[in-house]
């Protein structure tokens, strides 16, 4: 019996000291609801203002032309850098997705929204836009214009730049000549594409006719001797 009191006075003292441990410093902490008031600091407010001459991290940019398409107010004419083939597939794959709603996917402004019902988009096609600097498009994709809102939440400034080579290319596309193609693809443009053929269908597989049984020929009768 004194055993069993010990043990359940053991048991007791350890939960006591375990429940005391349990404080809620961490979750009921002094601190200030977002914008609250406060007489701590001499402006009266909780919220602090950034530090003077900080960046937060991945937003130096330096480079003006690079994140705002334009150097001293005026839209660039050139890419901030190289342009690769595999930039243009990006832009290709981006216009395709934020784009070609509206523009439709060679850029005459004929997406599928606007054939039912949305605002007549731009085309890219028409001589002023055929001579917009590429600094135009990214600063267009950037703050919005008309009745097209902002990308700049959605396309990161890189991508802005893909795009606007991409719709360079389908100007460009849109407005070749035989002297653009070389002379050793040409003959390409002759023969146009070719279109697939239809798999031949498949023969009916042969099923074999169940063969029938031999007809059983009357037994002879044996002739009574």
Not at 134 to 145: A, E, I, S, W, Y
Not at 176 to 198: C, F, H, M, W, Y
């Amino acid at each position: 019996m004194n055993r069993n009191r010990q043990l359940r006075s053991a048991s007791l003292t350890a939960a006591m000291i375990l429940l005391a441990g349990c404080r809620q410093d961490m979750h009921d902490q002094p601190r200030y609801k977002p914008l609250a008031a406060t007489d701590f600091f001499g402006d009266g407010r909780s919220a602090r203002p950034e530090v003077e001459g900080t960046v937060a991290r991945g937003h130096l940019r330096i480079d003006s032309a690079r994140y705002t398409g334009k150097v001293g107010g005026q839209d660039v004419d050139v890419f901030p850098f190289p342009i690769t083939r595999a930039d243009l597939y990006r832009g290709q794959e981006r216009f395709n997705i934020y784009c070609s709603p509206c523009h439709s996917r060679v850029g005459d402004g004929n997406g599928m929204i606007v054939r039912r019902g949305f605002r007549q988009a731009a085309s890219y096609h028409t001589e002023k836009l055929i001579k917009a600097p590429v600094g135009h498009f990214f600063d267009v994709m950037t703050n919005g214009f008309g009745a097209m809102p902002s990308y700049a939440s959605r396309i990161e400034p890189d991508d802005r730049w893909r795009i606007a080579a991409y719709v360079r290319v389908l100007q460009f596309s849109q407005n070749a000549s035989l002297g653009d193609v070389p002379v050793n693809r040409r003959a390409e443009i002759d023969k146009g594409p070719e279109t697939p053929q239809p798999p031949a269908p498949a023969a009916p597989a042969a099923t074999e006719s169940p063969q029938q049984a031999p007809a059983k020929q009357p037994a002879k009768q044996e002739k009574a001797k």
